[in-house]
């Protein structure tokens, strides 16, 4: 690794850099990031952060089809934003954890700061 040497080391201490995470860790990152940044999926993580739904109820509150939302469901799940629960013949749907929150309310807030909103 090379650091611009315009960078005089008495204006800024050399700090050495950080390890990077393994690739293996930063691609599973990426698939996480690429199931959240869809708007539609990203609505249905909000509406989780409530607490647990079915697809029923997530196809009302987005006005979107049930097919459509097991399938946006399914594509957060296969990356572990959200998990399942089966109660008879409902799949009641939450978010997987407290990391998954934070990410969430996160990427909102600095969105809204970024849009002027906060």
Known sequence: MTFDS????????????????SPVVRERAARMLRAAGDAQRLALLELLDAGELCVTELAVLTGDAMPTVSQRLRQLKTEGLVSTRREGKHVHYALTDEHVRSLLHNILHHAAESVGLR
């Open 6 to 21: 315009s960078c005089s080391s008495a204006e800024h201490p050399r700090v050495p850099p950080r390890a990077l995470t």
